[in-house]
């Protein structure tokens, strides 16, 4: 080979290997086949990771409606269950312009986040793809703001995968 194609080989390797290391960056946070279920690995406890994600919400000016400890509610009723807790929390202003282009668009509005923690340990965010919910409702006239959706709760999960 000359030296002027190894370059050009050179260069197609490392455009190929930025594109793989591109591609699991993104699919790290996106959904899991088609069940419309993206999760992010928390970097930090179960408890530091709520209080984290509630600190974003608030920081972002995101109206925070509630919080759920699913596994108190278990053990209440006297089944164990491990770690999860439900996180909603919505903007009203962009929320609500999903269920204006279909009512049943309610069903996944506000926005549910499930930090869940694992058989090993390891906690997890988790929340329904918003691309799967434009899709499951038919939706084709928002596109904007789903994808202002997508970014919000994206930049909100980040803040549990860095100690």
Same mark, same amino acid.
């Given at each position: 080979m000359t030296g002027h194609s190894t370059n050009r080989l050179a260069n197609? &390797?490392?455009s190929l290997l930025l594109a793989l290391l591109i591609l699991s960056a993104v699919s790290a946070a996106r959904a899991d086949g088609d069940d419309g +279920?993206? $999760?992010v690995k928390s970097a930090v406890p179960m408890a530091e990771a709520i #209080? $984290? +994600?509630?600190a974003d919400i608030a920081a972002k000016g995101i109206k925070f409606f509630m919080e759920i400890d699913q596994a108190k509610l278990a053990a209440d009723a006297g089944i164990k269950l491990r770690p999860s807790t439900l996180l909603v929390f919505g /903007? %009203? %202003?962009? &929320? #609500?312009q999903f269920i204006t282009s /279909? %009512? =049943?668009a309610g069903l996944d509005w506000p926005v549910r986040l499930l930090l869940t !923690?694992?058989? =090993?340990?390891?906690v997890w965010a988790i929340w329904t793809d918003f691309g799967w919910i434009a899709r499951r409702h038919n +939706? $084709?006239?928002r596109g904007a !703001?789903?994808?202002i959706a997508t970014k919000v709760v994206s930049s909100i999960s980040s803040t549990i995968t860095k100690r």
């Open positions: 197609f &390797g490392a +279920i993206v $999760r #209080t $984290r +994600i509630k /903007n %009203p %202003p962009l &929320g #609500t /279909n %009512p =049943n !923690q694992d058989d =090993n340990g390891e +939706i $084709r006239d !703001q789903f994808e």
